[in-house]
């Protein structure tokens, strides 16, 4: 039978749980009270540029309630997204490991099913809900998916009690269908029609899983994965460009504008103020962990200031992102941090916040940022890795180096000293060069192989299949595109 969501089913979960911690309370998962653990408002917005909030530098436009997610927490200046691209990406959201461990991590993004069947986060993998899940959390998904389609892949067979959202990679705001027009909203694994702009409708569930976990006295997961600002690129007022688009060519080559974007941001900050208040108006605010960030960098109308390079690009511009997160019982609020992060640092985070760890068969790449959050700890030296098919690009982050290959080409950047990555220094300092190359080879070597079969997104917002030994096929026709 397919799980719904309602009141009944949290409630009902919520009992389930309260026997899962009579069974393991000598585990390190119990060390505190249901009562103590924290919840956890994970809210992931799409192709947001790294300035593109105005706590992080955007001036046409302020966003006061993601800033006040900054200014009762945290802000780190230095947060990276683990890929360019959306699926890449969220595989290492959702697992806290590279996402090229795994053969869905190694589409960008996914693949459709008529494409490329068969490829998805598969249901046995460890994930950031089913670990929580283990620790007595409820556990809700609204919004984008992007992990795989039905029947093989969903969020409720990998650690989601619920689901309210879309599995493709984006929907029109009103009409809410995928690229290939078809209607793409679903409650559990049962298709559904709501009327209304897309950010708003995420928005009001969120806010009614809020307080339906405080009703149940239930510590909980609650994953808001908003569509905005990816494209089409239409505000809440916008309904005449979606019956322009009518279901087709979501993309919106001929569309958008910076004002739209500001609207489509705005309807944005505007959830999540909504979202805030749910958890004030429940009394949960003390001891809920709210973080807010994006898959990757900015597209099209994107602010990336000051970095060069958008989405699809291991420029920092397609790599730096927002990082935002808020827990009054536990993080001084204000705090800036200069701490290198990346998207999969969050899931052995926040299970140290829950007090439980990541499966020992399936270590976390990431690092848990508590000590540098909570307890006022000095940044510590990271090593990050990329890689990219389209144009072949690779990068490292060690310190304050960064190595790019862009097809032949090859750089050094100080990222810290020259942000916009302009001032070549792999000659001048040869042997950090030599070092970060050697170092990328080495990770790689322990990474799926690289391959062209992979479902890929260029820096236009084309897409193709590369198979071995055929041309690239566009999947949505463009005479531009050869």
Same mark, same amino acid.
């Given at each position: 039978m397919t799980?719904?969501? !309602?009141?009944?089913?949290?409630?009902?979960?919520?009992?389930?749980?309260?026997?899962?911690?009579?069974?393991?309370?000598?585990?390190?998962?119990f060390a505190q009270r249901p009562s103590e653990r924290p919840n956890i408002v994970f809210i992931l917005a799409d192709d947001m540029g790294h300035a593109d909030i105005s706590c992080n530098g955007r001036r046409d436009y302020t966003t006061p309630n993601i800033d006040r997610i900054a200014a009762r927490g945290a802000r780190f200046t230095q947060g990276y997204a683990n890929s360019a691209v959306c699926t890449a990406s969220r595989v290492a959201i959702i697992t806290g490991r590279y996402q090229v461990r795994l053969p869905v991590g190694l589409e960008e993004p996914i693949a459709p099913p008529i494409t490329k069947p068969g490829i998805g986060l598969p249901p046995e993998h460890p994930t950031l809900p089913s670990l929580l899940k283990k620790a007595g959390y409820g556990t809700t998904l609204v919004g984008k998916w992007h992990l795989g389609n039905l029947p093989d892949f969903s969020p409720q067979k990998s650690g989601y009690d619920h689901f309210f959202g879309y599995r493709a990679g984006a929907v029109d705001y009103f009409l809410h269908v995928n690229s290939a027009g078809q209607p793409d909203l679903w409650d559990g694994d049962q298709p559904v029609a709501r009327a209304g702009y897309l950010t708003t409708l995420l928005g009001d569930r969120a806010v009614d899983v809020i307080a339906d976990y405080a009703k149940a006295g239930q510590p909980f997961l609650?994953?808001?994965?908003?569509?905005?600002?990816?494209?089409?690129?239409?505000?809440?007022?916008?309904?005449?460009?979606?019956?322009?688009?009518?279901?087709?060519?979501?993309?919106?080559?001929?569309?958008?504008?910076?004002?739209?974007?500001?609207?489509?941001?705005?309807?944005? +900050?505007?959830?999540?103020?909504?979202?805030?208040?749910?958890?004030?108006?429940?009394?949960? +605010?003390?001891? !809920?962990?709210?973080?807010?960030?994006?898959?990757?960098?900015?597209?099209?109308?994107?602010?990336?200031?000051?970095?060069?390079?958008?989405? !699809?690009?291991?420029?920092?511009?397609?790599?730096?992102?927002?990082?935002?997160?808020?827990?009054?019982?536990?993080?001084?609020?204000?705090?800036?941090?200069?701490?290198?992060?990346?998207?999969?640092?969050?899931?052995?985070?926040?299970?140290?916040a829950a007090g439980t760890a990541p499966d020992p068969a399936y270590p976390s790449d990431g690092m848990n940022l508590l000590p540098q959050l909570a307890d006022g700890a000095a940044p510590v030296e990271r090593r990050l890795f990329w890689r990219y098919k389209s144009l072949w690009q690779r990068a490292a982050r060690i310190g304050d180096w960064k190595y790019l290959k862009i097809l032949d080409n090859t750089f050094l950047f100080n990222v810290v000293e020259d942000p916009m990555e302009r001032a070549n220094l792999k000659e001048r300092h040869k042997d950090v060069y030599d070092r970060l190359v050697a170092e990328w080879n080495a990770w790689n070597a322990t990474m799926l192989p690289e391959t062209a079969t992979s479902f890929t997104e260029d820096n236009t917002g084309k897409q193709w299949v590369d198979r071995p030994g055929a041309k690239p096929v566009t999947l949505d026709p463009d005479p531009e595109f050869k």
């Open positions: 799980a719904t969501y !309602t009141r009944r089913t949290i409630l009902r979960n919520a009992a389930s749980g309260g026997a899962a911690l009579a069974v393991g309370a000598n585990t390190a998962a609650l994953s808001l994965h908003f569509s905005a600002p990816h494209w089409p690129w239409e505000g809440p007022d916008d309904q005449a460009e979606s019956e322009r688009l009518g279901g087709h060519n979501l993309r919106d080559y001929d569309g958008g504008s910076r004002e739209t974007y500001k609207r489509m941001v705005l309807a944005l +900050d505007e959830q999540v103020g909504r979202v805030l208040g749910a958890i004030e108006d429940n009394g949960l +605010d003390r001891n !809920t962990i709210v973080i807010f960030t994006s898959d990757n960098g900015g597209e099209r109308f994107a602010d990336t200031w000051p970095f060069n390079g958008r989405k !699809t690009e291991l420029l920092e511009g397609g790599l730096r992102i927002p990082a935002l997160i808020s827990w009054p019982a536990r993080i001084a609020a204000g705090l800036v941090s200069e701490q290198v992060t990346a998207n999969m640092d969050w899931l052995p985070t926040l299970l140290a």
